[in-house]
C-alpha cells in the first residue's frame, strides 16, 4: 500500500478520538508490531485500539500470532534478527495455543477521569530525572 494513502487512513480514527472516544480495529501491520496476528487478507492484523479525546491510545489489545511460519516470515518482512528472538520463537514451536493480550495504560485513564490536561498531574511517582538534588 502507497504510505501516503497509509498515512492517510491511520489519521482517520486519531481526527475522530479529538471529538469522540474510538475504537480502530483490524489494524494495518505496517504500523503494528511483529507478533500481532496476521488475518487472512495479509494486510491487517487482529488488533484494536481505544483512542480518547485529549490523551490518545488508552488502551491497545491483539490477538498473538501463534503460528510459527507466520511469525518467521513477519521478522523477515521487517529485517530483524531470528537469533534475537529465539526464545520467542521457540514458544511457538514447542506448542502454543491462540491467545489474546492488552495493555491498560492506568495513569492515561486516571488522566481521562479526572479530565486533567497533563499526565504529569496525575502520576503517583513522579518521574523528572535530575530535578531532586542528593
Not at 9 to 38: G, N, V, W
Not at 56 to 69: A, V
Request: glycine letters at 8%; a negative charge; charged letters at 30%.
Amino acid at each position: 500500500m502507497d504510505d501516503n494513502v497509509l498515512e492517510a487512513i491511520c489519521r482517520i480514527p486519531k481526527k475522530l478520538s479529538e471529538i469522540f472516544s474510538t475504537f480502530s480495529i483490524q489494524l494495518f501491520q505496517d504500523i503494528k508490531a511483529f507478533y500481532m496476528r496476521q488475518n487472512d487478507d495479509g494486510k491487517t492484523v487482529a488488533a484494536m485500539d481505544m483512542l480518547v479525546p485529549k490523551i490518545g491510545e488508552l488502551i491497545g489489545g491483539s490477538q498473538r500470532e501463534e503460528r510459527l511460519e507466520h511469525l518467521e516470515a513477519r521478522l523477515d518482512d521487517l529485517k530483524l534478527n531470528k537469533d534475537a528472538y529465539w526464545w520467542y520463537l521457540d514458544l511457538r514451536r514447542y506448542g502454543s495455543v491462540p491467545h489474546a493480550g492488552f495493555g491498560l495504560g492506568f495513569e492515561r485513564l486516571v488522566q481521562f477521569a479526572t479530565g486533567m490536561d497533563n499526565i504529569r498531574d496525575v502520576i503517583p511517582f513522579p518521574r523528572t530525572p535530575g530535578s531532586a538534588e542528593f
